[in-house]
Nanobody, 117 residues
């Protein structure tokens, strides 16, 4: 069973940048698409980005042009570079494996990102 651990979150000001990491153990991720999601307090979980096994990326309109997903298969890791952060980006950010039938899971424990104005 693969286990995912997110890190890199923190408290920043609007306009700042953060780089989130997701490191997997238990199984290689090289053949899988990976996704980034976020969930703000009282809100539903929101899809943020996807990176395919081949490195193609896709983004939600709310983050397009500001966030960049990447991966390093040698390190069994995926990343989310977040630039020009806004207060509305405040949420717990999760990474997840995109498995069979396009279903995401398992999930990491999440890392908190807080953006102050």
């Amino acid at each position: 069973q693969v286990q995912l651990v997110e890190s890199g979150g923190g408290l920043v000001q609007a306009g700042d940048s953060l780089r989130l990491s997701c490191v997997a153990s238990g199984r290689t991720l090289s053949i899988y698409d990976m996704g980034w999601f976020r969930q703000a307090p009282g809100k539903e979980r929101e899809w943020v980005a996807r990176i395919s096994s081949g490195g193609s990326t896709y983004y939600a309109d709310s983050v397009k042009g500001r966030f960049t997903a990447s991966r390093d298969n040698a390190k069994n890791s995926v990343y989310l570079q977040m630039n020009s952060l806004k207060p509305e980006d405040t949420a717990v950010y999760y990474c997840a494996v995109r498995g069979q039938y396009g279903r995401y899971g398992p999930w990491g424990q999440g890392t908190q990102v807080t953006v102050s104005s």
